[in-house]
């Protein structure tokens, strides 16, 4: 009986160690969620859209990301979302690359779940979409990405967790499964890039 009392306090040490783990047990930036951008914009107080022009400098970005980026502008004008969110969301699923098909099926540039764009696209686009034509995948992901902000307040970890690995998956930071913590610090990371001007584009 001596021998499994230590046994059974250890147990019981480890499982209240799992318990208490809180916001302390997390540490360097995942620690807590970004904060900083601001998630919903008004179209109508961001400003225009500058870009290089590709055809003056060898080193400048090709014409086919300078037009992806107009697109991920334009459709985050159009859902009211920060356009830099977009971007690095699209740039960390697919580095703007339109033909990308992940090993679970998810297309395009915004990496959209084909049986999303079926239930989703006429819910938030009142049309069906072709994941495969870079204007419907921008389109839907931003309007998925839009949804989720909406549906959780703009939290963005709440609606890049959601984006990430659906609604099951999103809960307060501290119990957030860390493969998600990483997801939403990178998507914010490239956002924050292009913020900064640092993006390739």
Not at 44 to 54: G, H, Y
């Amino acid at each position: 009986m001596r021998a499994g009392l230590p046994l059974l306090a250890l147990a019981t040490c480890a499982v209240l160690g799992l318990q208490g783990c809180g916001e302390s047990a997390l540490q360097g930036p995942e620690a807590k969620p970004p904060t900083g951008l601001q998630p919903a914009i008004n179209p109508e107080n961001v400003p225009s859209l500058t870009a290089p022009d590709p055809s003056g400098d060898p080193a400048a970005p090709s014409l086919d990301m300078l037009i992806t980026k107009s697109m991920l502008y334009a459709a985050a004008l159009k859902h009211g979302v920060n356009p830099y969110l977009v971007m690095g969301l699209a740039w960390h699923e697919s580095g703007w690359q339109a033909g990308v098909v992940s090993s679970a099926g998810a297309v395009g540039i915004m990496q959209v779940m084909p049986s999303t764009a079926a239930a989703d696209g006429p819910a938030l686009l009142n049309r069906k979409v072709n994941l495969f034509d870079p204007g419907d995948n921008i389109d839907m992901g931003t309007a998925i990405l839009k949804h989720n902000l909406v549906s959780y307040h703009n939290d963005i970890a709440k609606a890049l967790t959601a984006y990430y690995a659906g609604g099951g998956a999103v809960t307060d930071w501290v119990h957030l499964r860390s493969d998600c913590r990483h997801y939403v610090w990178a998507v914010y990371n490239a956002a924050m890039m292009f913020k900064d001007g640092k993006g390739p584009v």
